[in-house]
T-cell receptor, first 113, second 108 residues
Framework: SQTIHQWPATLVQPVGSPLSLECTVEGTSNPNLYWYRQAAGRGLQLLFYSVGIGQISSEVPQNLSASRPQDRQFILSSKKLLLSDSGFYLC????????????FGPGTRLLVL | SQQGEEDPQALSIQEGENATMNCSYKTSINNLQWYRQNSGRGLVHLILIRSNEREKHSGRLRVTLDTSKKSSSLLITASRAADTASYFCATGYQKVTFGTGTKLQVIP
């Protein structure tokens, strides 16, 4: 069966510090991978999606970037965090056995102070 | 930008009552999905309805889809306190986008 991992679960970072969040998927190959952000009490905002290694589509201009160095690994990064980067970051995958249904990881709660 | 919008934004009902949430979307779709999110947690997939389907059931959940109106509804029958959560609709294939969500509170 497929599983998706995200870490860390919680992160508190100072403004101006770098960020690296990692997501990995097990049990499937060639997944589409997604990063979403959810501000407190709000809906999900699609940040990036990837249909293959090195292929990243950015949905909104922002202080973040994404990379996909391996088939089942998706990384969200920032060189300098802003207060507005605080939120709940969710990684998801589709493809293969999921039949187009996104399945989500447990999320990372980021607080920028 | 959000593809879908849920209505109402918030809903409070008594346990045992039915809860209905609506979702409207903008572009043509292949399927539409509903998710639940408990406070501070990840999203759990509830049900998928394809564009050629009009209604689908899963336990106490009933989903309808009207492609002519670009809308879907999620009905939870005989609600329970454990149904308290936010509910989102999602559309898209490679690029999957979510609505703004309905926050449901079921009062015991």
């Amino acid at each position: 069966s497929q599983t998706i991992h995200q870490w860390p679960a919680t992160l508190v970072q100072p403004v101006g510090s770098p960020l690296s969040l990692e997501c990995t998927v097990e049990g499937t190959s060639n997944p589409n991978l997604y990063w979403y952000r959810q501000a407190a009490g709000r809906g999900l905002q699609l940040l990036f999606y990837s249909v293959g290694i090195g292929q990243i589509s950015s949905e909104v201009p922002q202080n973040l970037s994404a990379s996909r160095p391996q088939d089942r690994q998706f990384i969200l990064s920032s060189k300098k965090l802003l207060l507005s980067d605080s939120g709940f970051y969710l990684c998801a995958w589709t493809g293969g056995d999921s039949q187009g249904t996104p399945y989500f990881g447990p999320g990372t709660r980021l607080l920028v102070l | 930008s959000q593809q879908g919008e849920e209505d109402p934004q918030a809903l409070s009902i008594q346990e045992g009552e039915n809860a209905t949430m609506n979702c409207s979307y903008k572009t043509s779709i292949n399927n539409l999905q509903w998710y639940r999110q408990n406070s501070g947690r990840g999203l759990v997939h509830l049900i998928l309805i394809r564009s050629n389907e009009r209604e689908k059931h899963s336990g106490r959940l009933r989903v309808t889809l009207d492609t002519s109106k670009k809308s879907s509804s999620l009905l939870i029958t005989a609600s329970r306190a454990a149904d308290t959560a936010s509910y989102f609709c999602a559309t898209g294939y490679q690029k999957v986008t979510f609505g703004t969500g309905t926050k449901l509170q079921v009062i015991p």
